[in-house]
């Protein structure tokens, strides 16, 4: 199996951990540059049967001048194109000003989209089902997959669950 996958979110909620866990080298902290590409391979994860294409699509973030409305546009077509985005949000600052506008930009998307929660090495398992709630009150997501990038927590599961989306 082969395919596409976006990773957005806002920044810190721990895209580049994440991809540096599972592609096992420093690509996608390398790859942190300004929002002028339409979108950047940020690493690709291979196995026997398997190979994900891991892509960054910076646009879709707020946009802060201009050009940047543009951008969303752009963004937007690209990940019409993915088979699967990855919306990925961090647990402990919760749900936020930015989650709130790249979930906009989702509704005019039709590709399946996980909703990936990271960080839960840092907060109680009681607080997670709420937040979960208030996320899927907005958007109905594919799967929804709490993960920690940083300890590595339930990354192979989520892996697993992307496959069957390629
Ligand atoms: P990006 O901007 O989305 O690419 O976020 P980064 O990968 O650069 O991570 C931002 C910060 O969050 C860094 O200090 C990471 O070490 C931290 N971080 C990322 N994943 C986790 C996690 O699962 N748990 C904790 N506690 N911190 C994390
Ligand atoms: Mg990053």
């Known amino acids: 199996k082969s395919g596409f996958v976006a990773i957005i979110g806002r920044p810190n909620v721990g895209k580049s951990t994440f991809l540096n866990r599972v592609i096992g080298q420093k ?3 390398m790859s942190d540059k300004p929002q002028t590409t339409r979108n950047k391979i940020q690493g690709v994860y291979t196995t026997d049967d398997t190979q994900i294409i891991f892509i960054d699509t910076p646009g879709i973030h707020k946009p802060k001048h201009k050009l940047g409305d543009f951008m969303v546009k752009v963004a937007q077509s690209a990940l019409q194109e993915v088979d699967l985005i990855l919306f990925m949000v961090d647990a402990v600052e919760g ?7 790249i979930m906009e930009r989702l509704k005019q998307v039709d590709t399946p989209v996980f909703l990936v929660i990271n960080k839960i090495d ?17 958007h109905s997501f ?7 990038a940083l300890q590595g927590n339930n990354v192979e599961t989520l892996l697993e669950q992307i496959k069957k989306y390629l």
Do not use: K, M, N, T
Not at 95 to 101: S, W
Not at 123 to 136: E, N, S
Not at 142 to 148: D, K
């Open 95 to 101: 749900l936020g000003r930015g989650d709130e506008f």
């Open 122 to 138: 840092e907060v109680h398992p009681d607080d997670l089902l709420p937040l979960i709630d208030q996320y899927r009150s907005r």
């Open 27 to 29: 690509i996608a902290i």
């Open 142 to 148: 594919a799967e929804v997959v709490p993960i920690s």
